[in-house]
T-cell receptor, first 113, second 110 residues
Framework: QQQVRQSPQSLTVWEGETAILNCSYE??????FPWYQQFPGEGPALLIA?????DKKEDGRFTIFFNKREKKLSLHITDSQPGDSATYFC????????????FGKGAKLTVSP | EAAVTQSPRSKVAVTGGKVTLSCHQT?????MYWYRQDTGHGLRLIHY???????EKGDIPDGYKASRPSQENFSLILELASLSQTAVYFC?????????FGPGTRLLVL
């Protein structure tokens, strides 16, 4: 049972455009939502994260928008660069679960120059 | 920054054979995890550990055992490897909420 869902599975944007990756979840106990970025042949690495007490988290060109009522969040990548081409995973965890993360299936982003 | 290393980086195993994947971390993190990654499935948690000499089942533990002999080392053991266990395996450690992943081990079971 997939607790974290991502859409689209793949996305292609032109350099300079804004890429939007979506995520939704089922478990109301989830309160921490990291996004991980993975390049081919490497392990995932934390990109940006948000807690459920916030509705927005920004870090440079990367912004998470969070809607607790609808159990949805999205990652916006502004001014997309070819170097942003990677797979992005949305994940979630609940307090008291020992930092256990539930991952979505991932979204492959391709930024064309 | 946390350093997590895995060995081997790739392995070919025969069906029914025993496979041991090793993970080593150098930042004194309490938690360590084993995930498998398959195309279309994302990352799925197999086993994890929050202290040496203790392991916990994750979401897909069947067919796998884990061992945490020290804080730094965490192994994943496939006693009887099967074709369905062909995948990329990632180890991670965490301090607080952030998990730090190793580079992965690509396992092919023939």
């Amino acid at each position: 049972q997939q607790q974290v869902r991502q859409s689209p599975q793949s996305l292609t944007v032109w350099e300079g455009e804004t890429a939007i990756l979506n995520c939704s979840y089922e478990n109301s106990a989830f309160d921490y939502f990291p996004w991980y970025q993975q390049f081919p042949g490497e392990g995932p690495a934390l990109l940006i994260a948000i807690r459920s007490v916030s509705d927005k988290k920004e870090d440079g060109r990367f912004t998470i928008f969070f809607n607790k009522r609808e159990k949805k969040l999205s990652l916006h990548i502004t001014d997309s660069q070819p170097g942003d081409s990677a797979t992005y995973f949305c994940a979630a965890s609940a307090r008291g679960t020992g930092s256990k993360l539930s991952f979505g299936k991932g979204a492959k982003l391709t930024v064309s120059p | 920054e946390a350093a997590v290393t895995q060995s081997p980086r790739s392995k070919v195993a025969v069906t029914g054979g025993k496979v041991t994947l090793s993970c080593h971390q150098t930042n004194n993190h309490d938690y360590m995890y084993w995930y498998r990654q398959d195309t279309g499935h994302g990352l799925r948690l197999i086993h994890y550990s929050y202290v040496a000499d203790s392991t916990e089942k994750g979401d897909i533990p069947d067919g796998y055992k884990a061992s945490r002999p020290s804080q730094e080392n965490f192994s994943l053991i496939l006693e009887l490897a099967s074709l369905s266990q062909t995948a990329v395996y990632f180890c991670a450690s965490s301090e607080g909420d952030t998990q730090y992943f190793g580079p992965g081990t690509r396992l092919l079971v023939l």
